[in-house]
T-cell receptor
Framework: EAQVTQNPRYLITVTGKKLTVTCSQN?????MSWYRQDPGLGLRQIYY???????DKGDVPEGYKVSRKEKRNFPLILESPSPNQTSLYFC?????????????FGPGTRLTVL | KNQVEQSPQSLIILEGKNCTLQ??????????LRWYKQDTGRGPVSLTI?????NTKSNGRYTATLDADTKQSSLHITASQLSDSASYIC????????????FGAGTTVTVRA
């Protein structure tokens, strides 16, 4: 089954404790992206990757890191989480940046930073 | 200021009735406009994608329209069902080569029996 998976789905942590949220897709997509969703603000792009070893900042990259060493995986790293990073995070992927490419979203990771 | 504004923020409709959601955007130039449906606690799912040259696109009971001149789009839900209860998100894409998406905050639709 074609899908985007994220782990963990729920995470409660404390300020400053490094964490990684994994994202994996099995559709051989070139493009992957991370978003955070906060009430009233909609989805905001954190980082995106056009292909292996190619990443770029989105609208809200501060406090986050990403890597794309393999096509299928795109982990999101929070080196020193802070309470303002409490949010719902989504990973998404698509074949590329063609006009009609559909983005497929993962199920989301709800992160709470105390 | 958000480049994609949606209205209303929320609405409640009775099962079987129709409703229309609005999306105004300022992204320019733009490549395409998408509507997503997001059920509570799940990731968004694509409903329609329209390029700047398309005026309308349907997906079952969902019909999206686009007026690129006025930078407005609408999503019409016909004969609503309880399963239509969700958040509907308007997304605008910049031209090819700059794959940054601008998301609206969404309209929450509640369908009641």
């Amino acid at each position: 089954e074609a899908q985007v998976t994220q782990n963990p789905r729920y995470l409660i942590t404390v300020t400053g404790k490094k964490l990684t949220v994994t994202c994996s897709q099995n559709m051989n997509h070139e493009y992957m992206s991370w978003y955070r969703q906060d009430p009233g603000l909609g989805l905001r792009q954190i980082y995106y990757s056009m292909n292996v070893e190619v990443t770029d900042k989105g609208d809200v990259p501060e406090g986050y890191k990403v890597s794309r060493k393999e096509k299928r995986n795109f982990p999101l790293i929070l080196e020193s989480p802070s309470p303002n990073q409490t949010s719902l995070y989504f990973c998404a992927s698509s074949f590329g940046d063609r006009v009609v490419d559909t983005q497929y979203f993962g199920p989301g990771t709800r992160l709470t930073v105390l | 200021k958000n480049q994609v504004e949606q209205s209303p923020q929320s609405l409640i409709i009775l099962e079987g009735k129709n409703c229309t959601l609005q999306c105004n955007y300022t992204v320019s130039p733009f490549s395409n406009l998408r509507w997503y449906k997001q059920d509570t606690g799940r990731g968004p799912v694509s409903l329609t994608i329209m390029t700047f040259s398309e005026n309308t696109k349907s997906n079952g009971r969902y019909t999206a329209t686009l007026d690129a001149d006025t930078k407005q789009s609408s999503l019409h839900i016909t004969a609503s069902q309880l399963s239509d209860s969700a958040s509907y998100i308007c997304v605008v894409s910049a031209p090819l080569g700059d794959y940054k998406l601008s998301f609206g905050a969404g309209t929450t639709v509640t369908v009641r029996a």
